[in-house]
Nanobody
Framework: QVQLVESGGGLVQAGDSLRLSCEAS????????MGWFRQAPGKEREFVAA????????YYGDSVKGRFSISRDNPKNTMYLQMSGLKPEDTAVYYC??????????????????WGPGTQVTVSS
């Protein structure tokens, strides 16, 4: 069973940067594509970014391309989301996910898919 815990959320101003972390408790971490989703109040969950097992490929949602950067440290079982140029519309609960299947702009979870409890990011204008 995969367990995920996010950290690093908080309240920032527009234009600021923030880095989220996700620590995974699974021996399969280095074999899994990992990612981030987010959900804003009253909206559906939105794919943010994903990184393949060896970091060879990264994928981003259109709304964050050029501003967010996803990375991972396999020996530490940890994934990161560096967010820059934050906007009020980035305000959401951010979720770490495991075993992302990304195909032509759409992301879903595979058999080792799991969600973290989420971390709140609030961007004030």
């Amino acid at each position: 069973q995969v367990q995920l815990v996010e950290s690093g959320g908080g309240l920032v101003q527009a234009g600021d940067s923030l880095r989220l972390s996700c620590e995974a408790s699974t021996r399969f971490f280095s074999s899994l594509t990992m990612g981030w989703f987010r959900q804003a109040p009253g909206k559906e969950r939105e794919f943010v970014a994903a990184v393949t097992a060896t970091s060879k490929f990264t994928y981003y949602g259109d709304s964050v391309k050029g501003r967010f950067s996803i990375s991972r440290d396999n020996p530490k079982n940890t994934m990161y989301l560096q967010m820059s140029g934050l906007k009020p519309e980035d305000t959401a609960v951010y979720y770490c996910v495991s075993d992302v299947i990304y195909h032509q702009g759409s992301a879903s979870l595979g058999s080792f898919g799991a969600w973290g409890p989420g971390t709140q990011v609030t961007v004030s204008s």
